[in-house]
């Protein structure tokens, strides 16, 4: 599911058998836990409980497969609105051979090349990122992103939030790249506008050698933090506005 929420998780997981192992397969993105679409406590609950979550950016699918043997598709993600207030549409499945199709499907996520699964350092870089964020925010909601037709793969994923609010969270090279991904003057950007700043990188880690390889390595740390959209053919769009 890519939106969860703490309450209904800590309600699956109380509902349970203790020997019954639990993996989850989500989104991580900045955007979805600034906005409230998604609760970053219910990662931290669901690995607290020895449960295991795995991501990918592009899950937009409401899976739920209980023992292998019974299966719901359905449009509902695993929150309070999805589950019991909105008009959401599935099917459950029983189906001996169809379950077992899905569970391949599952699998088949689950050993992806973009799927991987959370780090610790991740979550808490976040919980930074968003006290700090939220300090700055005036508004009880943020705004939607306004659609933009050049790009309209993850516009609702752009968050309207300072960019100095979310730096604060870091230091080192990850801040001063953060930075300079800022200062490109749209919002897709390449990493030879980002490798502009070189010199200006240099001047800071004068020891450092191979600065456009430290520069791609803070961008591939951002996207698995879900601050950057790898969009292809060399683009980048910052999730940040």
């Not at 969860?4 to 203790?18: A, R, Y």
């Not at 979550?53 to 899950?59: D, F, G, M, P, V």
């Amino acid at each position: 599911s890519p939106f969860i929420k703490e309450n209904i998780c800590q309600e699956l997981l109380l509902s349970k058998q203790s020997q019954a192992k639990f993996e989850l397969i989500t989104s991580f993105k900045f955007a979805h836990f600034c906005s409230g679409k998604s609760d970053l406590s219910a990662i931290d609950t669901i690995l607290s409980a020895n449960g295991k979550i795995k991501i990918n950016s592009r899950i937009h699918s409401n899976i739920y497969l209980f023992d292998d043997k019974k299966a719901i598709i359905s449009s509902a993600n695993l929150s309070e609105l999805g589950l019991f207030n909105n008009f959401e549409y599935g099917i459950f499945l029983d189906d001996k051979l169809m379950v077992s199709g899905v569970l391949e499907d599952f699998n088949i996520i689950a050993k992806h090349e973009e799927t991987r699964a959370v780090k610790k350092a991740e979550i808490e870089i976040i919980k930074k990122m968003l006290l700090s964020v939220q300090k700055n925010i005036t508004q009880k909601k943020l705004k939607l992103s306004k659609f933009e037709v050049d790009y309209i793969r993850e516009t609702f994923d752009v968050v309207d939030a300072q960019a100095d609010a979310i730096a604060s969270a870091f230091e080192g090279w990850q801040l001063e790249v953060f930075n300079c991904i800022n200062l490109t003057q749209q919002q897709v950007f390449t990493l030879e506008e980002v490798n502009l700043f070189e010199n200006h990188l240099k001047k800071i880690f004068p020891s450092q050698k191979n600065i456009p390889e430290k520069i791609e390595i803070q961008v591939k740390y951002f996207i698995d933090l879900g601050l950057i959209n790898f969009l292809g053919n060399g683009f980048y769009k910052k999730l940040w506005r």
